[in-house]
């Protein structure tokens, strides 16, 4: 017998409020400190098309997450693209 069909593809996380926690040295701003930032966004399938603010917000969460929690381990900070007209 063939096999089953796949069933339908799980649906995506609801939108919701969701925090990220930044060390200040991972943001590339020239200097090492200790403090932590907790950053607030919206996130999962959210009907709205994106803005600059979220593609920004999304910017910081790669940040998180390859840094590997380590202070100072992540990228600096690279939104690319002109934003000289905001």
Not at 49 to 77: D, N, S, V
């Amino acid at each position: 017998p063939p096999p089953p069909a796949p069933g339908p593809a799980p649906a995506p996380p609801p939108c919701a409020l969701r925090s990220l926690r930044v060390g200040v040295a991972q943001l590339g701003l020239g200097y090492p400190s200790p403090e932590t930032l907790v950053f607030r966004y919206c996130g999962g399938a959210c009907p709205a098309p994106p803005t600059l603010h979220a593609l920004a917000l999304g910017a910081l969460r790669e940040i998180g997450e390859g840094a590997g929690g380590a202070e100072g381990a992540g990228p600096g900070l690279d939104l690319g693209g002109d934003l000289g007209d905001l």
